[in-house]
């Protein structure tokens, strides 16, 4: 059982190096680590390699065509995928692969944020139990910390949306793995930390943005 994971990135040089620090000191290896640079002009490549990624350019911006290409890309039977300045525990790898022998074949779990004021649970119950109840009872995925297997990624690859403006990527793939069967599961323990920048310096489109994407997501889909 192998996994590869998919890091998704666009001038990430500030946060990506304590992301692939936290992959390399996993109990468990990642038997590939890709990074996807999306246009990059910072040193984002060049942290990667210093960290034995495998760098791939993607030219067709946007964190969809970033996804895409590395999911496509990953060699491995799972493939997992956080961002650029998400930090991973120790056993995030180790917990994968332990789902996984349940014969799980798409996961997700909670996400925390590490540097704002105030412990905030991203992906606490009540957020998962919204989202769940939305999607009609059916579990979603969180982008910072997903893992789907690649058999299940080449059966809905070629239906997902395309425009970020329109949906939430995650959200967006956990539709089109519930229409085909798929199952999801949520391993509460399976939590990763991820920075609360994009609240900070825009919490006009965290607080009202996202959630009016959330429903054009669900609404595009009915």
Partial sequence: MRVSVVIPSYNEEKYLRQCLKSLT?????ADEIIV???N???????IAKQFGAKVIKEKKQG???ARNRGFDEAKYEI???CDADTILPKDWIKKIKINFRKN???LSGPVVFYDLPFH???SAKLYFLFLKIVQGFKNTLVGPNMVVAKNLWNRVKNNVCLDDKKVHEDIDLAIHINKIGGEI???PSLVVQVSGRRIVNNPFSFFCEYPIRLLKTEFNHR
């Fill in 25 to 29: 000191e996993q109990i468990e290896k």
């Fill in 36 to 38: 996807v640079d999306n």
């Fill in 40 to 46: 990059s002009t910072d040193k984002t490549s060049e």
């Fill in 63 to 65: 964190m969809i065509f």
């Fill in 79 to 81: 493939i997992a995928r």
């Fill in 104 to 106: 799980i074949n798409a």
């Fill in 120 to 122: 905030f649970k991203l």
């Fill in 185 to 187: 599961y949520i391993d």
